[in-house]
C-alpha cells in the first residue's frame, strides 16, 4: 500500500465517532495533533488505548479506568478488531455511552474481559499489590503477540501467588520482571533489584532446551535456568531467604 494511502487512525475512528453522533472526542498528542499509529482518551474514569494490531486492517484495543486514587490504570477489557466501524462502537459504548462492560461484551464477541485471580490474599493490601500486578500485565495492546511467553508468564504470577514462601510478601514488576517487598511501599524496602524471576523468550541463544524460567540473583546473573516453574520458584524464595532486602533512603 503506498505511504499515502495508509489509513490514518485516530483521524478515521474521530470521523466514524462523528457519523454516529457519538459524543467522544480522542486526545491528542503534546503537539496538538491526532496520532496516526494509535489513538486514546485521557480523562479521568473510563478511558481506552488502541493501535493497529497485526496489519492495517486489524486493531488492538484496552478499556480501562484511570482514576486518582491507583498508580495504575484498572483493566475491564481488551480485543482485537478487524472493522473500523465496530472498533469505534466499542469506544462510543465504553467512554461515550457508558454502557456496563458485560453488556458491551454481549455485543462484541472479540472481546476479552478482565478476571482477577480465583483466589485471594488475606491480606488486602497485598491483594491489590497482585490486582495491580495483573492489571499492568493485562493492559497490553499486543497481547496478540508472543502468546505462548505471555502463558508462561500469566502461569508464573498465578504459582507465585500461591507459593507459601511470598504469601506475606509485596509483589511488583518491572519490564515483566516479578520481584517482591517486605513493605507495602516498596520504594522504601525491597530485596536487590537484580534478584527477580522472569520467563524466558526462546531463541536461538536461549533455546528451549535451557528451560522456561529465570531467576536473576546478585551471585549469578547468568545460570539460574529452570524448566519446572514450581523449582523456579523454590530457588527465587530460597535466595530472598539468604539475603536481606535493602533499605532504601
Known amino acids: 500500500m503506498p505511504e499515502n494511502d495508509k489509513m490514518h487512525f485516530s483521524k478515521e475512528i474521530q470521523r466514524v465517532l ?3 453522533n457519538s459524543n467522544v472526542e480522542l486526545a491528542k498528542t503534546i503537539d496538538g495533533i491526532l496520532p496516526n499509529q494509535y ?4 480523562k479521568k474514569g473510563r478511558s481506552f488505548r488502541a493501535e493497529f494490531a497485526r ?3 486489524e486493531f488492538s484495543i484496552v478499556l480501562f479506568e484511570r482514576t ?3 498508580n495504575y490504570e484498572l483493566c475491564f477489557a481488551r480485543g482485537l478488531f478487524n472493522d473500523i466501524k465496530r472498533l469505534s462502537k466499542v469506544i462510543d459504548f465504553w467512554v461515550g455511552v457508558q454502557k456496563p462492560i458485560h453488556y458491551i461484551k454481549s455485543e462484541f ?3 476479552e474481559i478482565y478476571k482477577n485471580f480465583d483466589f485471594k490474599n488475606s491480606n488486602p493490601d497485598i491483594e491489590k499489590a497482585w490486582n495491580k500486578v495483573q492489571n499492568m500485565f493485562f ?3 499486543e497481547f496478540w503477540e508472543n502468546v505462548e511467553w505471555k502463558s508462561r508468564y500469566l502461569k508464573m504470577l498465578i504459582g507465585a501467588k500461591k507459593h507459601n514462601e511470598f504469601t506475606d510478601l509485596f509483589p511488583f514488576t518491572s519490564h515483566y520482571w516479578l520481584r517482591f517487598s517486605p513493605r507495602k511501599d516498596f520504594i522504601t ?3 536487590p533489584l537484580d534478584t527477580y524471576i522472569v520467563p524466558i523468550f526462546h531463541s536461538n541463544e536461549l533455546p528451549k532446551e535451557l528451560g522456561n524460567y529465570y531467576v536473576s540473583t546478585e551471585e549469578n546473573k547468568d545460570g539460574n535456568y529452570f ?3 514450581n523449582e523456579a520458584l523454590d530457588f527465587y524464595a530460597s535466595k530472598l531467604k539468604e539475603i536481606e532486602p535493602i533499605k532504601w533512603n
Do not use: G, P, V
Not at 39 to 42: C, D, E, G, I, K
Open 139 to 141: 493492559n497490553d495492546t
Open 227 to 229: 524448566s519446572d516453574l
Open 68 to 70: 486518582e486514587k491507583q
Open 18 to 20: 462523528i457519523r454516529t
Open 55 to 57: 496489519t492495517e486492517k
Open 109 to 111: 464477541n472479540e472481546l
Open 39 to 42: 489513538a486514546f482518551y485521557n
Open 189 to 191: 524496602e525491597c530485596w
